[in-house]
């Protein structure tokens, strides 16, 4: 079986601001509603593509410099943003698709902070129209 594997340095920005270097992980849902097409004579049941219902989640430390996480995203929230995470670093590309989510909503902003840790942000925006680049 044919596997591949990166070492996952991915590109993340959050309303045109780059956050690259404060994020720590990224989780992309691609979903769209299952929307049933089966009609009579059907001997299997057929399914189409509905509404898209996508969701990104980042983490990040908590930084709060200016043009940082706390800076970016304290805005934002409760409103709809613009989300891009490319897989690797480097030109887009079929195998380094540039994925887009516009229109996304940031609902709540939790940050978290714990004695001797590094403080952490994480954000789930939900919605949005998907889209993936892959030109350079």
Same mark, same amino acid.
């Given at each position: ?41 059907? #001997? ?7 509404? @898209? %219902?996508?969701?990104? =989640? /980042?983490?990040?430390?908590? *930084?709060?410099? $200016? ?26 590309? #079929? ?7 516009? @229109? %996304?909503?940031?609902? =709540? /902003?939790?940050?978290?902070? *714990?004695?001797? $840790? ?19």
């Amino acid at each position: 079986m044919a596997t591949s594997t990166y070492l996952s340095t991915p590109i993340v920005t959050v309303n045109s601001v780059d956050l690259t270097d404060q994020c720590t992980g990224a989780t992309v849902n691609i979903n769209y509603d299952q929307l049933e097409a089966t009609s009579f004579g059907d #001997a299997s049941r057929k399914y189409v593509s509905g509404l @898209g %219902s996508h969701s990104v =989640t /980042l983490d990040f430390y908590a *930084s709060f410099a $200016a043009t940082e996480t706390w800076a970016t995203l304290s805005t934002l929230v409760g409103t709809s943003t613009t989300i891009t995470v490319q897989p690797a670093a480097g030109s887009e590309s #079929a195998t380094n698709p540039k994925m887009t989510f516009t @229109g %996304s909503f940031i609902a =709540t /902003l939790p940050v978290v902070s *714990s004695l001797g $840790a590094l403080g952490t942000i994480s954000i789930t925006a939900n919605g949005g129209t998907y889209t993936t680049d892959v030109t350079p």
